[in-house]
């Protein structure tokens, strides 16, 4: 598969063909290999390449011409093309009515920051936090005792993204709230009423890894 996004490994001869089309473009691609002394063909695979990644633009009959964005902007256009389905992590659930206590276990031993919260018909009713988890720790009741739909945020104060938002768009909603992680989430109808079903999350870490590897020209998740 093509290489789409070449930002950090740029071949010597991509970065002339850069400077070329800088100086000279809109300029047709037999001008370009006749100034390499290439063939056509030997210089289509980084024409298609540079293309793709959007560092040119290509117009019928008249030639290649600069986009003038830079690697981060092609990277961040490039975000904005790639979706929440392809990098969501499994969500770590647990039911509205367990305790505190069950909500810390969960979040240790899934190694978390977040827990998602569902009710009787497993539909998302509220997040918890290891601040939440913490306050409650720090109070007088038995944690216990203490079911956690009683210090968890509650729907419609929790901010969800849908398999088909962008990762640039995610990204942000994780810069504007300060928070984590946010539930994939997929709406339903129950009674007439919207619901979410939690299918996945999107972490800070997930983000990380995605912007990695858009910047590393992979294709395939590792």
Avoid: H, W
């Avoid at 305790?99 to 997040?127: I, M, P, Q, R």
């Avoid at 306050?135 to 945020?153: F, Y």
């Amino acid at each position: 598969m093509v290489r789409v996004v070449s930002i950090i490994e740029l071949t010597k001869r991509q970065d002339l063909i850069i400077e070329i089309v800088k100086d000279e473009g809109p300029i047709t691609g037999e001008k370009i290999a006749e100034k390499l002394n290439l063939t056509r063909a030997t210089l289509r695979p980084d024409l298609a390449i540079l293309t793709m990644a959007g560092f040119l633009e290509a117009r019928p009959r008249v030639g290649y011409f600069y986009s003038g964005k830079s690697g981060p902007q092609l990277l961040s256009n490039l975000a904005r093309k790639k979706v929440v389905k392809d990098y969501k992590v499994l969500p770590v659930i647990i039911k509205e009515a367990s305790s505190v206590y069950d909500a810390v276990c969960a979040l240790f031993l899934e190694d978390v920051g977040t827990l998602y919260v569902v009710n009787n018909k497993g539909y998302l009713a509220g997040v918890v936090s290891r601040k939440d988890l913490l306050r409650a720790m720090l109070g007088k009741q038995k944690i216990e005792d203490v079911p956690v739909n009683i210090i968890m945020t509650r729907m419609p104060n929790i901010v969800t993204c849908s398999p088909e938002d962008s990762i640039f768009d995610v990204a942000k909603k994780l810069i504007d709230y300060q928070i984590d992680s946010i539930p994939v989430v997929k709406e339903a109808l129950d009674d007439d009423k919207s619901v979410f079903e939690v299918v996945g999350r999107v972490t800070k870490t997930t983000i990380t890894k995605a912007y990695v590897e858009l910047a590393s020209g992979q294709s395939e998740r590792s």
